[in-house]
C-alpha cells in the first residue's frame, strides 16, 4: 500500500527517533537517515525501520528518519505509530 | 511481590523507559494518561507494550496507568497493551462501573492473546465519588489487588487547597485504608510531590505508615529510598517478632496453647504479624 | 611493531607494567639576574630568535580563559619560522587559531595530555603534518625532566609575577590558583618567559626567579572565568546518582574507606556525585581521610572544609572556588606535576592514593579504558591523570552508564587504550558492577555481604549487546595522527585519521 498522507511521530529527545512519513517521491521506500550514532548503527536503523514498514503492508513511501540513539524497539513503535496515523 | 514503591514513567519517553528497571522501585507504572499529551497516546502505547517485552523486568512488577474510562482513549489502550502481559493496570478515577466495563474487555483480551497470567488491577481513588463509594468499587472485581489514593485530582474535584499537613485529605485517607483493610487489599498511599523535600517526605510515609498504608507511589527515582526505608521493618520490630516465633516454637514442643511475652498475652494476630516481618526482613536481606 | 596489549605501535612499544628505578632530577638552571623586564611581547619575541624545529612549551591552568598561547603563536607566525612543536599540558577550543598554523606548517608537531574543540577536531581530522603525542599529566613532566623532550622556549602565563622573574599562580586579576604543570618548564627550558599582566613581588612563589629569563607584561593573560570549563556539576540524572550510589557501596565493601584514606575524582558529573555521597558518608561516620588530591572542584573544597580531610593536594584548579581556597587554606597545597604522577618518583601523590574514580568513553573485556578519543574515533580528550592515578591508586574505579543513547561503554575492543587494563580494578555501571579478576577475594567478599550487582564483565558486555544491538566498526584511514603514550615514555595505542563525513 502507498503512502498518501504525510504523517509523524516520535521527537527529537535523546533515545527517541522523529520518524516522517511522505508519500513516495520514486518507486518503492526510500529511506532517508540522519542519526547520532550512524556510523555504528545506521544499516541496523535502516533495517527495523524497513522491516516495520514492510510488516504493516507498506509499499511506496518517503521515509524520513531523524535519529537520536533509539533503540530498535523504539524505531519499530515510532515507524508504526506513524504508518497507523497516515492511514487515519 | 513486594510493593513499597510504584515509580510513574511518562509512556511516551523512550530515555525514561530505558532506565525504569534499573532505578529500584519494586513496581514500575507506565503511564498512558496524565504524562501522555492528547495527541501522542496512540504513539506512547505502542512505545509502552514493546519495552513491556524489550527489557527484563524479573523481580519487577510492571504496571500500566490507562486512560479513564470516560476517555476515548481507555478501549484502544488495553487492546494494545493486553498482549504484552503486563503484571496490572492501574485505573484512574475508578468507579464500580468503570471497573466491571474494563474487566469485561480484558475477558475477551486475555483470552484472544491467549495470555499465561489475568492482570490485576491497582485502583486510583481521586474523586469524592470515587472515594465514598470506594467499597462497593473494592467488591466488584476479584482482580483488585490495591488502590492508592490521589490527592491530586482529590482535591481538585474537592475544590479545596492541597495543604503541607495533609489535613484537607485526613478523612479520604482513612476511609480508602479501611476499605482495604476489610477487602484485604493493599493501600497505597498518594506521592510527595515536593520532590527536594526528604524530611517532608520520610514524615508523610510515616503518617501513612501509622494510618495502615503499606506502600507510596513515588514520581521521582529519589524518593524511592526513603519511602523503602520507612517501610522496611526496624530492627527493633525484627528482634521483637522474632523473639514471638521462638516464644512460639517452644510453646508449642511444651504442648502450651496460649503464651505471653514480655507480660503480654501473645494470640494468633500477633503471631500472623510477627511472621509477616519477619518474611518481609527475610526478603529485605535484613536477616538471613 | 604489536605491543604487550597487542596493538600496532610505530616504535618503543609498551611492554607492561614496569618497576622503574627511582630517580631524582637536580634543577641547575640558574639565571643570572640581569635585564629582565620587556614591555612589548611582539619585540620580545623577535629578540628571541625562535628557529625552526623549535619547541615551545604552555601550560593550560588558565583552561579555556588562556589568552596566553594564542598571543605568542600569533607573533611566532609573523617570523617566518615553520616546523615548531608546540608543547601544551592541554588545549582547550580557545586555541582555535593554531588550526591555522598547522595548516600553513608553521606547527608541525603538537604534545598534549587533553585536548578538546577544534584543535582535536583538526588533528583527528588529519591535518597536523607532523605527529601529535598525547601523553599523561604526570609523562609531561618526566619528559622535560629526563630530557627526552626538550623545550627551547616556555611562555609561562603568570598570575603573578615580580620584576625578577619570581612568579605565583594565585595572585591577581588573572588568578588561577596554581600552576602545577609549569613547574618542570620552568625548570628545564632553554629560555623561560613569563607573560604577566600583574607586577608584584608575589607571596606565595611556585616559579623562582633564578629559572625564568624574561618576563613581559601584557594587558590581560586570560580569563579567569573560562577556568570552569567542562562539566564541573554533579550529575542530576536519577541514573547517574544511582551509579554513584553503588560505587560508595563498593568503596566500603573494599575495606579502605577507613580513617586516613585518600581519594581523587575525575571532574564528571557521576564522579562528583561520588565525592558527594563519599563526603555524606564521612559526615555521618565520623571518618577521617589524610588527603585529597586533583584537579580540584568545590566539592573537595568543602570536604576539606568540613575536616573530612586533613589536605589538599592540588595541581590544577577545575573551579573558582578552589582557587580561592588555595589561598586562604593553608591547608589546601600546591604541588607541581612531578610531585603528583612523575613515574620516577615512588613518593608521587598518585601512588599514596586509596581511591581514585574515573570516567571513560569505552572500556574492553580486558578492563582497558579510552578517555582519548569518542566512539567515532574523534581525538575528545586524552590522559590527563587518567592513566597516572589509575596505576597509582589502590583502587581505580571507573563510573559510568552502561548505555547511553545506543552508545555502550563496553566494547570489544577499545577505539584507542589510554589506560590498561592491569592498572585499572573496578567499572560500575547501573546495569551491574564488574570487578577485575585478580580481586577475587574481594569479589567473593561483596557477593556474600552486600546486595551489590557484582557480574562478569564479558556478562556485563552481552547485557549492553542486548540492549543496543551489536554496533558496527567506525572505519578510518590508515595514516596515525597520534599516539597514546603511557607515563614511561612507551606507546600504548596509535589514533588513526578519521575518514570525511
Known sequence: MKIEKPAQAGTLESNDIYVQLLPAEGEGIEIRLKSVVIKQFGNQIRKVAAQTLSEMGVTECLCLLDDKGALDYTIAARVESAVKRSLC | ?288 | ?501
Open chain 3, 1 to 501: 611493531m604489536k605491543n604487550s596489549l597487542n596493538r600496532e605501535v610505530p616504535f618503543n612499544p609498551y611492554q607492561g607494567i614496569r618497576t622503574l628505578e627511582p630517580r631524582t632530577f637536580e634543577v641547575t638552571k640558574n639565571v643570572i639576574s640581569g635585564n629582565k623586564y620587556r614591555e612589548s611581547l611582539a619585540e620580545l619575541i623577535k629578540e628571541l630568535n625562535i628557529k625552526d624545529g623549535d619547541a615551545l612549551s604552555f601550560h593550560h591552568h588558565l583552561r579555556n580563559g588562556d589568552y596566553v598561547l594564542n598571543m605568542v603563536m600569533e607573533e611566532v607566525a609573523k617570523l617566518g619560522v615553520k616546523n615548531l612543536k608546540v608543547i601544551a599540558s592541554s588545549l582547550f577550543a580557545i586555541h582555535k587559531p593554531l588550526v591555522e598554523l598547522f595548516e600553513s606548517g608553521i606547527v608541525t608537531e603538537v604534545y598534549a595530555a587533553y585536548m578538546t574543540g577544534p584543535v582535536a577536531k583538526a588533528i583527528s581530522e588529519g591535518q597536523l603534518k607532523g605527529m601529535c603525542m598525547l601523553h599523561s599529566h604526570g609523562y609531561r613532566a618526566t619528559m622535560i625532566q629526563t630530557g627526552e623532550v626538550t623545550v627551547d622556549f616556555a611562555f609561562i602565563a603568570s598570575p603573578a609575577c615580580s620584576m625578577s622573574g619570581n612568579v605565583s599562580g594565585s595572585e591577581g586579576p588573572s588568578n588561577c590558583g596554581v600552576l602545577g604543570y609549569a613547574i618542570a618548564d620552568a625548570q628545564y627550558a632553554k629560555k623561560v618567559i613569563a607573560v604577566t599582566d600583574y607586577i608584584v613581588e608575589p607571596k606565595d612563589v611556585e616559579i623562582k626567579a633564578e629559572w625564568v629569563d624574561y618576563v613581559v607584561k601584557v594587558d590581560k593573560i586570560g580569563d579567569p572565568k573560562g577556568i570552569v570549563s567542562g562539566t564541573t556539576q554533579i550529575t542530576r540524572d536519577p541514573v547517574g546518582l544511582k551509579i554513584a550510589k553503588m560505587t560508595l557501596e563498593l568503596m566500603k565493601g573494599s575495606g579502605l574507606l577507613k580513617d586516613g584514606f585518600s581519594f581523587q575524582t575525575g571532574a564528571g558529573g557521576i564522579s562528583l556525585a561520588v565525592a558527594k555521597d563519599v563526603f555524606e558518608y564521612c559526615k555521618k561516620e565520623q571518618v577521617k581521610g589524610s588527603f585529597a588530591s586533583g584537579g580540584t572542584t568545590s566539592y573537595l573544597v568543602n570536604m576539606l572544609e568540613a575536616g573530612i580531610f586533613e589536605f589538599i593536594y592540588d595541581v590544577q584548579c577545575f573551579e573558582l572556588d578552589a582557587v580561592a581556597s588555595i589561598s586562604r587554606n593553608k591547608n589546601h597545597k600546591k604541588m607541581s606535576a612531578a610531585q603528583y604522577a612523575d613515574i620516577y618518583n615512588p613518593d608521587n601523590i598518585v601512588n599514596r592514593l586509596d581511591f581514585v574514580i574515573l570516567g571513560a568513553t569505552e572500556m574492553d573485556t580486558d578492563f582497558n579504558v579510552n578517555v582519548t578519543t569518542g566512539t567515532d574515533g574523534v581525538i575528545m580528550g586524552g590522559s590527563g591523570g587518567h592513566s597516572d592515578t589509575a596505576a597509582g591508586a589502590k583502587m581505580a574505579i571507573i563510573v559510568s552508564k552502561l548505555v547511553s543513547s545506543r552508545i555502550s561503554v563496553l566494547t570489544d575492543k577499545v577505539t584507542t587504550i589510554t589506560t590498561t587494563g592491569e592498572t585499572v580494578d573496578a567499572l560500575v555501571t547501573d546495569r551491574g558492577i564488574a570487578i577485575h579478576p585478580r580481586h577475587q577475594a574481594l569479589i567473593d567478599h561483596l557477593k556474600a555481604t552486600t546486595k551489590l550487582p557484582i557480574v562478569d564483565i564479558h556478562d556485563l558486555y552481552q547485557m549492553a549487546l542486548k540492549l543496543t544491538g551489536i554496533p558496527e566498526r567506525v572505519e578510518h584511514e590508515q595514516r596515525v595522527v597520534a599516539l597514546s603514550q603511557y607515563r614511561d615514555g612507551t606507546l600504548l595505542d596509535c589514533v588513526y585519521q578519521i575518514k570525511p563525513e
Open chain 2, 1 to 288: 511481590m513486594l510493593r513499597r514503591t510504584s515509580l510513574f514513567i511518562p509512556g511516551n519517553n523512550p530515555a525514561m523507559l530505558l532506565s525504569a528497571n534499573i532505578l529500584g522501585a519494586d513496581s514500575v507504572i507506565f503511564d498512558l494518561e496524565d504524562a501522555v499529551a492528547l495527541n501522542q497516546k496512540d504513539s506512547a502505547r505502542m512505545l509502552v507494550k514493546k519495552a513491556i517485552t524489550t527489557f527484563d523486568f524479573s523481580g519487577i512488577e510492571v504496571l500500566v496507568r490507562i486512560n479513564p474510562v470516560s476517555s476515548p482513549f481507555w478501549k484502544d489502550d488495553l487492546r494494545e497493551i493486553i498482549e504484552a502481559e503486563p503484571d496490572g493496570l492501574v485505573i484512574p478515577k475508578a468507579t464500580k462501573e468503570d471497573v466491571i466495563a474494563i474487566e469485561a474487555l480484558i475477558e475477551e483480551l486475555e483470552e484472544k492473546y491467549n495470555v499465561s497470567k489475568k492482570v490485576s488491577f491497582l485502583l486510583i481513588a481521586e474523586s469524592a465519588y470515587g472515594v465514598e463509594m470506594i467499597a462497593e468499587t473494592l467488591g466488584c472485581s476479584k482482580r483488585i489487588t490495591g488502590v492508592l489514593l490521589g490527592a491530586e485530582d482529590l482535591t481538585a474535584d474537592m475544590e479545596v487547597v492541597r495543604r503541607v499537613d495533609g489535613e484537607e485529605i485526613d478523612y479520604a485517607r482513612k476511609r480508602v485504608v479501611m476499605a482495604c483493610k476489610a477487602f484485604r487489599v493493599q493501600a497505597m498511599d498518594t506521592p510527595y510531590t515536593d520532590v527536594d523535600n526528604f524530611d517532608g517526605l520520610l514524615a508523610d510515609t510515616e503518617k501513612a505508615k501509622a494510618l495502615g498504608y503499606t506502600a507510596k507511589a513515588v514520581i521521582n527515582p529519589r524518593q524511592i529510598d526513603y519511602v523503602h526505608q520507612v517501610f522496611a521493618p526496624t530492627h527493633d520490630e525484627i528482634d521483637y517478632a522474632l523473639a514471638i516465633l521462638q516464644e512460639k516454637e517452644r510453646a508449642f514442643t511444651e504442648g502450651i496453647g496460649v503464651f505471653s511475652y514480655q507480660g503480654k498475652m501473645v494470640d494468633q494476630p500477633i503471631i500472623l504479624r510477627a511472621e509477616k516481618i519477619v518474611a518481609m526482613a527475610r526478603k529485605l536481606g535484613l536477616i538471613t
